[in-house]
């Protein structure tokens, strides 16, 4: 009771989380239909998914279970070739998420990224996120790739790859990261089940995940403040003379940390290279500047 | 304790407060208004000096690479990007400190003064 009275923002602090949690375990709990959902990869490198398997509280066992209803996606579904294709079809009937991972190629109209073969002619990844994007309920594009062209748009960018929000005429939201953090796929997934669609920035990224810079939350920010850089890889000060994008990228990776919170790149004594950034790589070199 | 307010006796006075300061949180405090101060009289100092003058090849040295300053010249004057957060390495979306970036810096921020009037000035581009 006294240290209450000493400082009620320390005890609210503790509220506020327990609060958050509570109510997700609580919502998770009163709904038992499970809405659909097609993991499209277009022209990616399926990182995001395997960073998805990466996931805890909840994990991709609880994801799979009790959220969502995955029909397609081209790495865990069991099913192949046509009758995996089907299934997408299928689902087209129903109600579902689109979550797309990657960029769309629109060289040859979209010939460079072939994702199905059905009834002898070849679909493109282009094709498919068309289709399924006209009938979702909400689409999501998980991945830097997908949601700014990122590496598979990177100069001189021979598939002529672009965003999804570029290709698309409706609302998309982006939840870029290269790969994307499993929490932060799975926390806006969370939203949209449980609730609605999250508050959303101006370039469409939940702000609960990308509302503050890294630079803002770092744990070298007063090497900064007083005006001490690290030389080289290794020396524990502020990384920012090495070439840091910290301040101009926006994801909560100083809070979060990656692989189940364990660490993360400036603990690990890499700076940060804006992978989350609009412009990712292009804009983003040199990664270290000696 | 009878201080006129100018710069330095300020620097004093929050020295001495962080001295007698009990609390680790208070003492914080007055250190981090002590090196706010600093950092401003330490660029006040270009400000008020002559402008040092610079030719271009003078200025490809301050790259920003290696820990040195970055200097960027826009419209004839060099500003001091060193500390500036978005400027990480002397290298910002794929631009280089220590050029004429004038042309670049028009084609994204167009004449948005406001950003330049914040940098500290080092010198001017010797014609």
Redesign the interface.
């Known amino acids: 009771m006294k240290d209450e009275k000493l400082c009620p923002v320390l005890d609210s602090k503790k509220k506020t989380v327990n609060k958050i949690i509570d109510l997700a375990i609580s919502e998770s709990k009163k709904t038992n239909k499970k809405i659909n959902l097609i993991w499209l990869e277009a022209c990616g490198c399926s990182g995001n998914i395997i960073s998805l398997l990466n996931a805890d509280d909840p994990d991709i066992i609880f994801f799979l279970e009790n959220m969502v209803n995955l029909t397609y996606n081209n790495s865990l579904m069991r099913k192949e070739g046509e009758r995996a294709f089907e299934v997408f079809l299928k689902t087209l009937e129903t109600e579902f998420i689109l979550v797309v991972e990657g960029a769309i190629s629109t060289k040859e109209n979209g010939f460079y990224n072939v994702i199905a073969k059905y009834n002898n002619k070849y679909i493109t990844g282009m094709e498919a996120v068309k289709m399924a994007a006209d009938k979702a309920k909400y689409v999501l594009s998980v991945g830097s790739c997908a949601s700014y062209g990122g590496p598979s748009a990177a100069r001189p960018n021979p598939s002529e790859s672009i965003s999804v929000p570029d290709f698309l005429d409706r609302e998309v939201i982006r939840v870029p990261g290269c790969p994307c953090h499993p929490t932060w796929i799975i926390g806006t997934l969370a939203h949209i089940i449980y609730f609605d669609k999250p508050k959303l920035d101006e370039e469409n990224r939940p702000v609960i995940f990308y509302g503050v810079t890294i630079?803002d939350r770092c744990e070298r920010r007063s090497y900064f403040?007083?005006?001490l850089?690290a030389?080289k890889l290794g020396e524990k000060e502020c990384m920012?003379?090495?070439?840091?994008?910290?301040?101009?990228t926006r994801t909560v990776c100083p809070t979060m940390e990656w692989n189940s919170r364990h660490n993360w790149p400036i603990g690990d004594n890499t700076?940060c290279i804006g992978c989350a950034r609009e412009?990712f790589p292009?804009?983003?070199?040199?990664f270290?500047?000696? | 304790m009878n201080l006129k307010f100018n710069e330095f006796s300020r620097l004093n006075y929050y020295r001495y407060m962080e001295m007698i300061s009990v609390y680790p949180w208070e003492k914080n405090y007055y250190r981090n208004l002590y090196y706010k101060e600093y950092k401003k009289l330490y660029f006040k100092r270009f400000k008020n000096n002559n402008l040092k003058e610079f030719t271009l090849e003078e200025l490809s040295y301050y790259d920003g690479s290696n820990g040195r300053d970055s200097y960027v010249a826009v419209d004839g004057i060099v500003y001091d990007l060193s500390l500036e957060a978005t400027w990480g390495g002397g290298t910002h979306f794929g631009l280089y400190a220590g050029k004429d970036l004038t042309s670049q810096f028009k084609g994204c921020h167009q004449d948005m003064r406001s950003i330049l009037d914040k940098l500290p000035k080092v010198g001017v581009i010797k014609e």
Do not use: Y
């Not at chain 1, 920012?240 to 101009?248: H, T």
């Not at chain 1, 292009?282 to 040199?286: C, F, L, R, T, V």
């Open positions: 630079h403040e007083k005006g850089f030389e920012f003379k090495l070439g840091c994008r910290g301040p101009i700076p412009g292009d804009s983003m070199e040199p270290v500047r000696f």
